[in-house]
């Protein structure tokens, strides 16, 4: 099956621009556009980052209010196993360490029905002097699914250090502090520590994004951007049309650095971004078609793992015998992953030609097993570790392909291409039309 015959499935990009004066350009020029951050919700949705829980605070802390119970937890910034590497590696000094590993202590409590929330934003190891925000503790149950509410809750601009280019710099973002009783579901026996912190968890919901213009000879275009850890991701718009969020998977899609792309007539390439993240360099190209598809990341790598029963594999393995692979990526906190269960094993007898892969994205290994053990799902699965202290992303599979949103669907050609990517129950509907597509045009090729 020729997968190329399925590019106009895809469909193209729309793009928008604003009244702004824009730098004009030709064929063959590079084109410097300057990125202007925005707070608030923008197209890229929120992105959210759960704090991590610990036993308690140093104690050293001043100020911490009486409360019914409460639990302490923090917000860091960078990888403290990184941080530590380069520590050793001589790239970075104890001071310089001790700056970068900085964190931003809080407390999430209970009083009688109001939910109690105090960031130590000074870092002075005082909550006293730190504003306290309170509100009817029945929120949190809510802040889920109604964006409406997690909107309510308070704007903070948070500023810390990053190593970025071989140089230590000064970061900023925006986040509304939200609290989010169901962000990690669980029924199974845990502590009552923990039982505490996914009560009383605390959720930063990044509210910002980067917006630039250009001109490509007649044509405006206007340029919106995300910082992704130290990764910027960007998405297009042309006058006329708006930007496509995630919510609109099928018309959303994303680019980085090095990516080439197509805006109306016109090929450019995002050659490179600005140390302050505050510029993006594009190059005009004098190409007539993408060699290479659309995207440069449109191929999965071949990635290397182990699944669950110890067995050393790699992607392209499980397309040995299949046309297709659907990658499933869950985790047994997920109630929207656990509630597709019945359609996933559906969707294995139905369509036989297609292999897959379940992606655990979990605290724990073993939770996972026994799901899968208990109902039977008899294809492939790996594990992927889910750590409270290091951010939202650990490894390649996950971080490289930015899953963020569980649970997300991803189908693959034999040549390992990216046929479609979706979430949740429509994510899987759409994947299954698309299937439904490729076997009726398989079997026209044959007849």
Same mark, same amino acid.
């Given at each position: 099956?020729?997968?190329?015959?399925?590019?106009?499935?895809?469909?193209?990009?729309?793009?928008?621009?604003?009244?702004?004066?824009?730098?004009?350009?030709?064929?063959?020029?590079?084109?410097?556009?300057?990125?202007? #951050?925005? &707070?608030?919700?923008?197209?890229?949705?929120?992105?959210?980052?759960?704090?991590?829980?610990?036993?308690?605070?140093?104690?050293?802390?001043?100020?911490?209010?009486?409360?019914?119970?409460?639990?302490?937890?923090?917000?860091? !910034?960078?990888?403290?196993?990184?941080?530590?590497?380069? =520590?050793?590696?001589?790239?970075?000094?104890?001071?310089?360490?001790?700056?970068?590993?900085?964190?931003?202590?809080? @407390?999430?409590?209970?009083?009688?029905?109001?939910?109690?929330?105090?960031?130590?934003?000074?870092?002075?190891?005082? !909550?006293?002097?730190?504003?306290?925000?309170?509100?009817?503790?029945?929120?949190?149950?809510?802040?889920?699914?109604?964006?409406?509410i997690r909107d309510s809750f308070p704007l903070l601009h948070l500023?810390?250090?990053?190593?970025?280019?071989?140089?230590?710099?000064?970061?900023?973002?925006?986040?509304?502090?939200?609290?989010?009783?169901?962000?990690?579901?669980?029924?199974?026996?845990?502590?009552?520590?923990?039982?505490?912190?996914?009560?009383?968890?605390?959720?930063?919901?990044?509210?910002?994004?980067?917006?630039?213009?250009?001109? @490509?000879?007649?044509?405006? +275009?206007?340029?919106?951007?995300?910082?992704?850890?130290?990764?910027?991701? +960007?998405?297009?718009?042309?006058?006329?049309?708006?930007?496509?969020?995630?919510?609109?998977?099928?018309?959303?899609?994303?680019?980085?650095?090095?990516? &080439? =792309?197509?805006?109306?007539?016109?090929?450019?390439?995002?050659?490179?971004?600005?140390?302050?993240?505050?510029?993006?360099?594009?190059?005009?190209?004098?190409?007539?078609?993408?060699?290479?598809?659309?995207?440069?990341?449109? &191929?999965?790598?071949?990635?290397?793992?182990?699944?669950?029963?110890?067995?050393?594999?790699?992607?392209?393995?499980? /397309?040995?015998?299949?046309d297709l692979l659907l990658i499933d990526f869950w985790g047994t906190?997920?109630?929207?992953?656990?509630?597709?269960?019945?359609?996933?094993?559906? !969707?294995?007898?139905?369509?036989?030609?297609?292999?897959? /892969?379940?992606?655990?994205?979990?605290?724990?290994?073993?939770?996972?097993?026994?799901?899968? #053990?208990?109902?039977? /799902?008899?294809?492939?699965?790996? !594990?992927?570790?889910?750590?409270?202290?290091?951010?939202?992303?650990?490894?390649?599979?996950?971080?490289?392909?930015?899953?963020?949103?569980?649970?997300?669907?991803? =189908? @693959?050609?034999?040549?390992?291409?990216? =046929?479609?990517?979706?979430?949740? #129950?429509?994510?899987?509907?759409?994947?299954?039309?698309?299937?439904?597509?490729?076997?009726?045009?398989?079997?026209?090729?044959?007849?």
């Amino acid at each position: 099956m020729n997968s190329r015959k399925l590019y106009f499935l895809f469909l193209i990009i729309c793009f928008s621009c604003n009244k702004e004066e824009s730098t004009k350009t030709s064929k063959n020029t590079s084109i410097v556009v300057d990125l202007i #951050k925005k &707070t608030g919700n923008g197209p890229f949705g929120n992105v959210l980052q759960p704090f991590s829980d610990i036993d308690s605070l140093p104690k050293n802390f001043k100020g911490v209010p009486e409360l019914t119970y409460y639990s302490p937890q923090f917000f860091g !910034f960078n990888s403290r196993k990184k941080m530590t590497a380069l =520590l050793e590696k001589k790239l970075i000094d104890s001071t310089e360490y001790a700056a970068l590993t900085n964190r931003i202590y809080g @407390i999430s409590g209970l009083d009688g029905d109001s939910q109690i929330m105090i960031l130590d934003m000074n870092h002075n190891f005082d !909550f006293s002097d730190d504003e306290v925000y309170v509100f009817d503790a029945e929120l949190r149950k809510k802040t889920g699914g109604d964006a409406g509410i997690r909107d309510s809750f308070p704007l903070l601009h948070l500023k810390y250090k990053r190593y970025y280019k071989n140089k230590i710099r000064d970061r900023d973002q925006y986040v509304r502090l939200i609290p989010y009783k169901d962000y990690f579901y669980s029924d199974k026996d845990i502590s009552d520590a923990t039982k505490r912190y996914y009560d009383l968890l605390l959720v930063a919901a990044r509210s910002e994004h980067l917006l630039g213009n250009f001109s @490509i000879e007649k044509d405006s +275009f206007r340029i919106a951007a995300e910082l992704y850890d130290e990764d910027v991701d +960007f998405i297009f718009a042309e006058k006329g049309n708006p930007f496509y969020s995630r919510r609109n998977m099928d018309k959303y899609e994303e680019f980085e650095k090095g990516d &080439t =792309l197509q805006l109306g007539s016109h090929f450019i390439k995002i050659d490179s971004v600005g140390a302050a993240l505050d510029k993006v360099y594009l190059k005009t190209l004098d190409i007539t078609s993408l060699p290479h598809g659309y995207k440069r990341d449109q &191929t999965l790598r071949d990635y290397a793992f182990t699944d669950i029963e110890g067995n050393k594999k790699r992607i392209s393995h499980l /397309l040995n015998d299949k046309d297709l692979l659907l990658i499933d990526f869950w985790g047994t906190w997920c109630v929207p992953c656990l509630k597709l269960t019945p359609d996933l094993k559906e !969707f294995h007898k139905s369509y036989p030609n297609v292999a897959m /892969l379940g992606i655990d994205f979990d605290f724990e290994k073993e939770p996972g097993i026994q799901y899968i #053990k208990e109902k039977e /799902l008899d294809w492939t699965h790996m !594990f992927v570790e889910r750590v409270r202290n290091d951010s939202l992303l650990h490894t390649k599979i996950v971080s490289k392909l930015r899953v963020d949103n569980y649970p997300t669907f991803m =189908l @693959i050609d034999k040549d390992l291409k990216i =046929l479609y990517r979706g979430v949740g #129950k429509k994510g899987l509907n759409r994947t299954i039309e698309l299937i439904e597509t490729i076997n009726a045009l398989e079997a026209q090729r044959k007849n």
